[in-house]
C-alpha cells in the first residue's frame, strides 16, 4: 500500500494476501486478506504511522490494542496480532464474514422475534465490556457484524474508555461518538456515566431494527441534535407495549434514571430465550489497572507499536497531501453573539495579519494572510434557551507551517468559553 492506502503489493509482509476494500473511515481502511500459512480468512485495518503521530493518536492506538486482546467474548471481534513497517500499523482482526448488520435493516425492519435474538447478543457483549471497565463509546450500526452464523460480533474499540480515564467527579469529559447514536448527555458537556451511554447508544440500535429509521432523525444536523437533546421520540404503530416500555427506559433523557444493565436483563421483553454466555475470564482480570499513565508505557515511542502484540491490519488514515482538517463540536452556555463578538476582536488585534469573514449572523471563517486561506471555522446554532452547538473546523495548510497556532488556540478558546 502506498501512502494513501491503495493496494500496491497484495502480499503484506510475507503473512497475509490482501484482497478486496471492506470499507473505510476518516482514518483508516479494512481490508479482506488471507492468511498465506493457514488460508485462514482476516480483516486488515491499516493506519499511517505518521498520522498516529500527527494526530496525537499513539494513546489511543495502543489503549485499543491493549483493550482488545483481553476481551474474549463471542459476540466481540476479536485481535489476532498486531504487524508495522516503517510507515503502517497493521491490526489483523477476525474476520466477520456477514459483514455489517446494518445493512440487513436499510429499507426494512426485524420482526420482535430476531430483534430480541440480535439485541441479547449485543447487551451480553457490552455486559462483559462493562464488567471489565471497558466503555465502547461508538456503539452504532456499522460497528455491529455479523459472523459466518449469522451472528452478531461487536467491533471497532478505537473510542473506548476504561476506567482509569474516569475524572474525579465519576465522570469521562471526553465528547465523542457519531451523532444519530450521541447520548444527551455528551451534548450538555458537563460529563457523562460510560456505561449510561453506551446504553442509549443500546436504545437507538434496538429502535433502528423494530422501526427501520432512526429515533431522532433530520437532514439538518443541528435540529437533530434538539430532538435528542429533549429525548421526545415516538414508536412506530407495529411495536408491542413490552417493548415500547424497554425502548422508552432505554432513551430516557435523564441518564440518573435511564435503565441500567442489570435491569435490562431483568426485563421480560428481553428476558424471553436468553441465556448467560459463561466466559472463560469471568474472573474479571485484566483492564482494572490499565491507566494512560502506566509506567509500562512510559517509554512507548511509534515503532515500539509496531511490536506492542499480536494482531489486526489497520491501513490508510492520510487525508489529503496538503492539509489536515480537525473537526470539534460541543456545547456552549456563552451566547452566539458574545462567542462571534470576541473571536471578531482577537483577530483584529492582529493588525491584519487575520481577519474574520461572516457567513452568516452567527457562522465564521477565521482568515489568514493576503492568499485568504480559511484556517478556521466557527459555526454556532440555538440548543435551547441557555444553550449552544459549537462546531470548530480547523484547516492547517502544510505550506502555511506554523501559521499562528497561538492565535488559533486562543480563537478556539474563546468559542469554548475558556478565556
Known amino acids: 500500500m502506498d501512502d494513501h492506502g491503495n493496494v500496491q503489493e497484495q502480499i503484506l509482509l510475507g503473512k497475509y494476501e490482501l484482497g478486496k476494500l471492506l470499507g473505510q473511515g476518516a482514518y483508516a481502511k479494512v481490508y479482506h486478506a488471507r492468511n498465506l500459512k493457514t488460508g485462514q480468512s482476516v480483516a486488515i485495518k491499516a493506519m499511517s504511522l ?7 493518536l499513539t494513546e489511543h492506538v495502543k489503549r485499543e490494542i491493549s483493550i482488545m486482546h483481553r476481551l474474549h467474548h463471542p459476540h466481540i471481534v476479536r485481535i489476532l ?3 508495522a513497517t516503517k510507515t503502517k500499523i497493521y491490526f489483523v482482526l477476525e474476520f466477520a464474514k456477514g459483514g455489517e448488520l446494518l445493512t440487513k435493516v436499510k429499507g426494512r425492519r426485524f420482526s420482535e422475534d430476531i430483534n430480541r435474538r440480535y439485541f441479547q447478543q449485543l447487551i451480553s457483549a457490552l455486559s462483559y465490556c ?30 473506548s474508555a476504561v ?17 444519530a447514536y450521541l447520548a444527551p448527555e455528551i451534548l450538555a458537556n458537563k460529563g457523562y456515566d460510560g456505561a449510561k451511554v453506551d446504553i442509549w447508544s443500546c436504545g437507538i440500535i434496538l429502535y433502528t431494527f423494530n422501526a427501520g429509521y432512526f429515533p431522532f432523525s433530520d437532514r439538518n444536523i443541528m435540529m437533530m441534535y434538539r430532538k435528542i437533546f429533549k429525548g421526545e421520540f415516538r414508536c412506530p404503530e407495529w411495536t408491542s407495549p413490552e417493548l415500547k416500555r424497554l425502548l422508552h427506559r432505554l432513551l430516557d433523557s435523564n441518564p440518573k434514571t435511564r435503565i441500567t444493565l442489570d435491569q435490562i436483563i431483568d426485563d421480560p421483553w428481553f428476558k424471553i430465550g436468553y441465556r448467560h454466555i459463561q466466559t472463560s475470564s469471568d474472573d474479571l482480570s485484566g483492564l482494572e489497572d490499565y491507566d494512560d499513565n502506566n509506567k509500562k508505557y512510559d517509554f512507548l515511542n511509534a515503532f515500539d507499536i509496531i511490536s506492542f502484540s499480536h494482531g489486526l491490519d489497520l491501513s490508510c488514515l492520510i487525508e489529503s497531501a496538503d492539509c489536515s482538517v480537525g473537526v470539534e463540536i460541543f456545547v456552549s452556555a456563552e451566547s452566539p453573539e ?15 495579519r487575520m481577519t474574520v469573514v461572516r457567513k452568516k449572523d452567527f457562522a465564521v471563517q477565521v482568515v489568514l494572510g493576503p492568499n485568504g486561506d480559511i484556517v478556521l471555522t466557527v459555526d454556532i446554532h440555538r440548543l435551547t434557551d441557555e444553550l449552544v452547538i459549537v462546531e470548530i473546523r480547523r484547516v492547517q495548510r502544510r505550506q502555511q507551517k506554523v501559521l499562528n497556532t497561538k492565535i488559533v488556540v486562543k480563537i478556539e478558546a474563546i468559542a469554548r468559553h475558556q478565556t
Open 81 to 83: 496480532e498486531v504487524l
Open 338 to 352: 458574545r462567542i462571534v463578538g470576541r473571536i471578531e476582536e482577537v483577530a483584529g488585534a492582529e493588525e491584519g
Open 50 to 56: 505518521q498520522n498516529v503521530l500527527k494526530r496525537g
Open 130 to 159: 462493562h464488567s471489565r471497565g471497558v466503555f465502547h463509546r461508538d456503539l452504532k450500526g456499522e460497528n455491529l457484524l455479523l459472523d459466518e452464523n449469522l451472528n452478531m460480533k461487536v467491533t471497532d474499540f478505537g473510542l
Open 163 to 179: 476506567t482509569a480515564q474516569i475524572q474525579p467527579d465519576g465522570l469521562l469529559h471526553t465528547f465523542c461518538g457519531t451523532p
